[in-house]
Protein backbone atom coordinates (compact mmCIF):
# COMPACT_ATOMS: atom_id res chain seq x y z
CA UNK A 1 0.00 0.00 0.00
CA UNK A 2 1.21 3.43 -1.01
CA UNK A 3 0.43 4.60 2.88
CA UNK A 4 2.85 2.41 4.24
CA UNK A 5 5.73 2.91 1.74
CA UNK A 6 5.39 6.89 2.55
CA UNK A 7 5.45 6.45 5.77
CA UNK A 8 8.49 3.66 6.32
CA UNK A 9 10.74 6.73 3.68
CA UNK A 10 9.50 10.25 5.87
CA UNK A 11 11.81 11.24 8.30
CA UNK A 12 9.51 13.13 9.86
CA UNK A 13 7.62 12.70 12.96
CA UNK A 14 3.99 11.00 12.56
CA UNK A 15 0.58 11.76 14.17
CA UNK A 16 -2.33 9.37 13.17
CA UNK A 17 -5.77 10.12 13.94
CA UNK A 18 -8.47 7.31 14.76
CA UNK A 19 -12.16 6.82 15.32
CA UNK A 20 -15.54 6.58 14.72
CA UNK A 21 -17.19 8.45 11.36
CA UNK A 22 -17.97 12.12 12.78
CA UNK A 23 -16.27 11.18 15.98
CA UNK A 24 -14.52 14.77 14.92
CA UNK A 25 -10.99 13.61 14.01
CA UNK A 26 -10.28 16.02 10.70
CA UNK A 27 -11.89 19.18 13.18
CA UNK A 28 -9.24 17.98 16.16
CA UNK A 29 -6.27 17.90 13.31
CA UNK A 30 -7.34 21.51 11.91
CA UNK A 31 -7.15 22.35 15.60
CA UNK A 32 -4.06 21.05 16.56
CA UNK A 33 -2.32 22.82 13.83
CA UNK A 34 -3.93 26.08 14.55
CA UNK A 35 -5.39 26.01 11.29
CA UNK A 36 -2.69 25.65 9.17
CA UNK A 37 -1.99 21.84 8.28
CA UNK A 38 -1.86 21.56 4.57
CA UNK A 39 -3.82 20.41 2.85
CA UNK A 40 -6.45 21.36 4.84
CA UNK A 41 -8.43 18.22 5.75
CA UNK A 42 -12.34 17.74 5.42
CA UNK A 43 -15.03 18.71 8.17
CA UNK A 44 -17.76 16.78 7.47
CA UNK A 45 -21.33 17.81 8.23
CA UNK A 46 -22.55 13.97 8.66
CA UNK A 47 -19.90 10.89 8.60
CA UNK A 48 -17.70 9.35 6.17
CA UNK A 49 -16.23 12.63 4.81
CA UNK A 50 -12.52 11.66 4.84
CA UNK A 51 -12.45 8.79 2.52
CA UNK A 52 -10.01 6.43 1.22
CA UNK A 53 -11.87 3.76 -0.58
CA UNK A 54 -12.93 6.50 -3.94
CA UNK A 55 -10.81 5.47 -7.08
CA UNK A 56 -9.19 8.76 -6.40
CA UNK A 57 -5.94 9.20 -4.90
CA UNK A 58 -6.34 10.04 -1.11
CA UNK A 59 -4.77 13.03 1.03
CA UNK A 60 -2.26 10.61 3.08
CA UNK A 61 -1.06 13.01 4.93
CA UNK A 62 -1.19 16.86 6.33
CA UNK A 63 1.88 18.47 7.02
CA UNK A 64 2.49 21.39 10.10
CA UNK A 65 5.65 22.48 11.22
CA UNK A 66 7.52 19.52 9.77
CA UNK A 67 5.30 16.90 11.33
CA UNK A 68 2.79 14.75 9.46
CA UNK A 69 -0.50 14.19 10.55
CA UNK A 70 -2.53 11.02 9.15
CA UNK A 71 -6.20 11.80 9.13
CA UNK A 72 -7.74 8.27 8.60
CA UNK A 73 -11.63 7.77 7.43
CA UNK A 74 -14.02 6.76 10.29
CA UNK A 75 -13.72 2.75 10.76
CA UNK A 76 -16.16 0.11 11.29
CA UNK A 77 -18.11 1.08 7.74
CA UNK A 78 -18.60 -0.85 4.71
CA UNK A 79 -16.08 1.22 2.92
CA UNK A 80 -13.84 0.55 5.59
CA UNK A 81 -13.77 -1.91 7.77
CA UNK A 82 -11.75 -2.69 10.99
CA UNK A 83 -10.30 -5.31 8.73
CA UNK A 84 -9.26 -3.15 6.08
CA UNK A 85 -7.00 -1.52 9.15
CA UNK A 86 -5.60 -4.35 10.46
CA UNK A 87 -4.33 -5.11 7.08
CA UNK A 88 -3.31 -2.26 5.57
CA UNK A 89 -2.77 0.61 8.32
CA UNK A 90 1.15 1.16 8.98
CA UNK A 91 0.76 1.40 12.97
CA UNK A 92 4.09 0.74 13.62
CA UNK A 93 5.44 3.26 11.31
CA UNK A 94 3.25 6.27 13.19
CA UNK A 95 5.03 7.61 16.21
CA UNK A 96 1.76 8.25 18.05
CA UNK A 97 -1.97 7.72 17.61
CA UNK A 98 -4.44 9.61 18.97
CA UNK A 99 -7.82 7.78 19.09
CA UNK A 100 -11.47 9.80 19.11
CA UNK A 101 -14.09 8.49 20.63
CA UNK A 102 -17.84 10.16 20.38
CA UNK A 103 -20.06 8.93 21.97
CA UNK A 104 -21.24 5.39 23.96
CA UNK A 105 -18.16 2.60 23.23
CA UNK A 106 -19.05 -0.11 20.63
CA UNK A 107 -17.46 -3.48 20.27
CA UNK A 108 -15.65 -2.30 17.31
CA UNK A 109 -13.69 0.95 19.35
CA UNK A 110 -12.75 -2.01 22.10
CA UNK A 111 -11.38 -4.16 19.07
CA UNK A 112 -9.93 -0.88 17.26
CA UNK A 113 -8.14 0.06 20.55
CA UNK A 114 -6.48 -3.64 21.16
CA UNK A 115 -5.57 -3.37 17.22
CA UNK A 116 -3.86 -0.30 18.17
CA UNK A 117 -1.75 -1.57 21.19
CA UNK A 118 -1.32 -4.92 19.63
CA UNK A 119 0.07 -3.50 16.33
CA UNK A 120 2.19 -0.37 17.66
CA UNK A 121 3.74 -2.15 20.10
CA UNK A 122 3.96 0.12 22.83
CA UNK A 123 6.56 2.06 20.00
CA UNK A 124 4.21 4.60 19.57
CA UNK A 125 2.65 7.12 22.06
CA UNK A 126 -1.22 6.79 22.24
CA UNK A 127 -3.63 9.05 23.66
CA UNK A 128 -7.64 8.51 24.13
CA UNK A 129 -9.56 11.46 23.51
CA UNK A 130 -13.06 11.74 24.53
CA UNK A 131 -14.75 14.78 22.20
CA UNK A 132 -17.83 16.67 22.19
CA UNK A 133 -16.94 17.34 25.91
CA UNK A 134 -19.05 20.59 26.17
CA UNK A 135 -22.01 18.42 26.91
CA UNK A 136 -20.24 16.28 30.10
CA UNK A 137 -20.65 17.48 33.53
CA UNK A 138 -18.11 16.46 35.83
CA UNK A 139 -20.58 13.68 36.61
CA UNK A 140 -20.30 12.33 33.64
CA UNK A 141 -16.36 12.82 33.32
CA UNK A 142 -15.98 10.43 36.33
CA UNK A 143 -17.92 7.77 35.05
CA UNK A 144 -16.69 8.16 31.92
CA UNK A 145 -12.88 7.91 32.91
CA UNK A 146 -14.00 4.98 35.17
CA UNK A 147 -15.49 3.10 31.66
CA UNK A 148 -12.53 3.83 29.49
CA UNK A 149 -9.95 2.47 32.62
CA UNK A 150 -12.26 -0.54 32.56
CA UNK A 151 -12.74 -1.03 28.86
CA UNK A 152 -9.34 0.52 27.60
CA UNK A 153 -6.85 -0.53 31.05
CA UNK A 154 -5.66 3.52 30.17
CA UNK A 155 -3.14 2.67 33.45
CA UNK A 156 -2.35 -0.79 32.50
CA UNK A 157 -0.97 0.50 28.92
CA UNK A 158 0.11 4.28 30.17
CA UNK A 159 -2.55 5.75 27.61
CA UNK A 160 -3.76 9.67 28.82
CA UNK A 161 -7.15 10.34 28.59
CA UNK A 162 -7.92 13.97 27.72
CA UNK A 163 -11.46 15.57 27.07
CA UNK A 164 -11.43 18.01 24.36
CA UNK A 165 -14.32 20.27 22.26
CA UNK A 166 -13.39 20.79 19.23
CA UNK A 167 -15.96 23.72 19.44
CA UNK A 168 -15.40 25.15 22.39
CA UNK A 169 -11.13 24.47 22.55
CA UNK A 170 -11.43 22.81 25.62
CA UNK A 171 -8.52 20.25 25.95
CA UNK A 172 -6.62 21.44 22.98
CA UNK A 173 -3.49 23.04 24.78
CA UNK A 174 -3.20 19.63 26.86
CA UNK A 175 -3.61 17.81 23.90
CA UNK A 176 -0.58 19.81 22.11
CA UNK A 177 1.99 20.10 24.87
CA UNK A 178 1.31 16.04 25.14
CA UNK A 179 2.35 15.38 21.24
CA UNK A 180 4.79 18.15 21.23
CA UNK A 181 3.10 19.74 18.05
N1 LIG B 1 -20.22 20.23 19.02
C1 LIG B 1 -19.12 19.66 18.53
N2 LIG B 1 -19.08 19.33 17.23
C2 LIG B 1 -17.96 18.73 16.76
C3 LIG B 1 -16.84 18.44 17.59
N3 LIG B 1 -15.90 17.83 16.84
C4 LIG B 1 -16.40 17.77 15.59
N4 LIG B 1 -17.65 18.30 15.53
C5 LIG B 1 -18.53 18.34 14.35
O1 LIG B 1 -18.80 16.99 13.97
C6 LIG B 1 -18.89 16.87 12.54
C7 LIG B 1 -17.92 15.79 12.05
O2 LIG B 1 -16.59 16.25 12.31
P1 LIG B 1 -15.31 15.69 11.50
O3 LIG B 1 -14.14 16.37 12.13
O4 LIG B 1 -15.50 15.79 10.05
O5 LIG B 1 -15.37 14.16 11.95
P2 LIG B 1 -14.44 12.96 11.42
O6 LIG B 1 -14.18 12.09 12.60
O7 LIG B 1 -13.27 13.50 10.71
O8 LIG B 1 -15.46 12.24 10.43
P3 LIG B 1 -15.13 11.21 9.20
O9 LIG B 1 -14.01 11.78 8.40
O10 LIG B 1 -16.42 11.19 8.45
O11 LIG B 1 -14.82 9.91 9.84
C8 LIG B 1 -18.63 18.27 12.00
O12 LIG B 1 -19.87 18.90 11.75
C9 LIG B 1 -17.90 18.98 13.13
O13 LIG B 1 -18.09 20.38 13.12
C10 LIG B 1 -16.92 18.81 18.98
O14 LIG B 1 -16.01 18.57 19.80
N5 LIG B 1 -18.09 19.40 19.40
MG1 LIG C 1 -12.58 13.12 8.76
Given at each position: ????????????????????????????????????????????????????????????????????????????TK?H?????????????????????????????????????????????????????????????????????????????????????????????????????
Open positions: MKLAALLEEAESRKIAFIGQPGAGKSSLLLKLTNGKCEPKPNIGQGTDTTDWSSGREPVWYHLYNGTYFIDTPGYDAPLRSYREYFPFQNVDAIVFVIRGKIHQSDEDMFRLIMDKSKCTSTVVLVRGYAEDLTEEDRKSLEQEFNEKFKLKRYHVSLIFVSNRLGEGITELQSLLNI
